[in-house]
Nanobody
């Protein structure tokens, strides 16, 4: 049984910061990449950022320069530091993990609301 437990969402004012965490536990081996997706109100789910086991990162154009993804491989944990948040960043953020064997796991999602 594999679990992804997310934390760090909440309500923040425009221009503020939040840090999301996602910890993978259970029988999960050889994680290839970890990342974050989001789905805003009335929008399709989109990729936000991903990081591979080698440390390579990919960001959506809309978050480049504002968000930073990192991982602690020893803890099977991925982080998303979000700075200069905008109202359009409001969404449910979900953690995604893919193993070298191609297994895919999802977290339950955490709400991020950017509003004054």
């Amino acid at each position: 049984q594999v679990q992804l437990v997310e934390s760090g969402g909440g309500l923040v004012q425009p221009g503020g910061s939040l840090r999301l965490s996602c910890a993978a536990s259970g029988r999960i081996f050889n994680i290839y990449y970890m990342g974050w997706y989001r789905q805003g109100p009335g929008k399709q789910r989109e990729s936000v950022a991903h990081i591979t086991s080698g440390g390579s990162t990919i960001y959506a154009d809309s978050v480049k320069g504002r968000f930073t993804i990192s991982r602690d491989s020893a803890k099977n944990t991925v982080y998303l530091q979000m700075n200069s948040l905008k109202p359009e960043d409001t969404a449910v953020y979900s953690c995604n993990v893919v193993t070298a064997a191609g297994e895919t796991y999802w977290g339950q999602g955490t709400q991020v609301t950017v509003s004054s």
